[in-house]
């Protein structure tokens, strides 16, 4: 059975966390391929200049402020996409956080806030999300996790830990996505020079511009 690939004809890609690095980057490159993207961060400021240098582009980039992690936004803001552009044919959940973790200082509520982020923001997209794509018999859904989900590396403990659980997850919803038509894939970059990565203290080898 081949999967389905979302395709810019078929209707709108949603990136979370698309207001800087890899997000962002995406989302033009995305609208340069035609697609009418969606795009969900905190704030509309960094989107409203994303709208801009997207604008002569084939496809178009829309605002969707919504903090994910809060479910109900979330659910919100699928339904809103639906609405407003179109079904969501590719869902790239890509917004996290890195809070560092180092041995000698572990707090609690930095290990919950990381799986609040990096996690549970994942769940709160993919759950209605999915729904949609379920109903249609067709999806794409891609989760940004992190080379870090393979070995422990200095003060990734949390951060760490909460890629690795995102590939768990994919594994884990494939054999009952696949019956779906939904294809499911995880992108693991190495490091990569954002704004997230230049609060970074451990090495970095490899750093991608």
Same mark, same amino acid.
């Given at each position: ?13 949603? %990136? ?16 340069? &391929? ?16 994303? %709208?801009?240098?997207?604008? =002569?582009?084939?496809?178009? /980039? &829309? ?7 809060? #479910? ?9 996409? +639906? &609405? ?19 041995? #000698? ?13 990096? @996690?549970?923001? %994942? /769940?709160?997209?993919?759950?209605? /999300? ?19 989900? @393979? ?14 659980? %995102?590939?768990?997850?994919? #594994? ?6 696949? &019956?779906?038509?939904?294809?499911? =894939? ?11 990565? +230049? ?11």
């Amino acid at each position: 059975m081949t999967l389905y690939r979302a395709n810019p004809k078929h209707g709108v890609a949603w %990136i979370t966390g698309g207001s800087s690095g890899i997000g962002r980057a995406l989302a033009k490159d995305l609208a340069a &391929k035609g697609y009418a993207v969606a795009v969900t961060a905190l704030a509309d400021d960094p989107i409203d200049t994303l %709208i801009v240098e997207t604008a =002569q582009m084939p496809g178009h /980039v &829309k605002s969707y402020p919504c903090d994910v992690t809060d #479910e109900t936004g979330m659910a919100r803001a699928a339904a809103a996409i +639906e &609405k407003d552009m179109g079904p969501i044919v590719l869902a790239v959940f890509n917004a996290g956080n890195y809070i560092a973790t180092p041995g #000698e200082h572990l707090v609690v509520s930095d290990f919950r806030r990381s799986f609040d982020v990096n @996690y549970f923001g %994942i /769940v709160n997209g993919l759950v209605p /999300v999915v729904e949609h794509m379920r109903v249609r018999g067709r999806g794409h859904v891609v989760l940004v996790g992190s080379v870090t989900a @393979y070995s422990g590396w200095p003060t990734t403990a949390a951060y760490g830990g909460t890629k690795a659980a %995102i590939n768990i997850l994919a #594994e884990s919803l494939k054999y009952d996505f696949d &019956k779906m038509n939904i294809r499911v =894939q995880v992108m693991n970059p190495g490091f990569v020079d954002t704004p997230l990565t +230049e609060k970074n203290t451990l090495p970095m080898p490899g750093l991608m511009p």
